[in-house]
């Protein structure tokens, strides 16, 4: 595969990510949502690149998150327990529940993103 770039402007930040405007094949313009590490900011030029993402980190980041979650939603639910002075099995299960959601969401968005694709949109270059 050939290394595909395309170049266009920042139109929105979420968060990590950016929304890159971009000319398509058809002359319409359209929205890339792109990994932003360098810190690109509204109406800056960036040129986008797809990466390669590895196997091992692509399962590691669709299941660790959930599973870290899960974790801190135990310690959290347990917390939560005494504090609230409510049956412990109670509490762990609320906790978990609340943080499993979170750690679920986190690894939905890099497989709607990444995964299956084994590419990952990257903003590669900045001009300010």
Known sequence: MEKQ????????????????????????????DALNNLNAKKGDK????????????????????PLLC????????????????????MGIAAGVAIWLLLGISYSFRYWRYAYGRGLQPVIDAVEH
């Open 5 to 32: 770039e395309k170049f266009g402007k920042v139109s929105e930040l979420k968060g990590y990510r950016a929304l890159v405007l971009v000319k398509g094949q058809d002359g319409e313009e359209q929205a890339i």
């Open 46 to 65: 960036v040129k986008v690149v797809w990466r390669k993402t590895s196997r091992m980190r692509d399962i590691s980041m669709i299941v660790g998150p």
């Open 70 to 89: 899960i974790a801190a939603g135990i310690i959290f639910g347990y917390r939560m327990a005494l504090y609230l002075k409510m049956a412990i099995d």
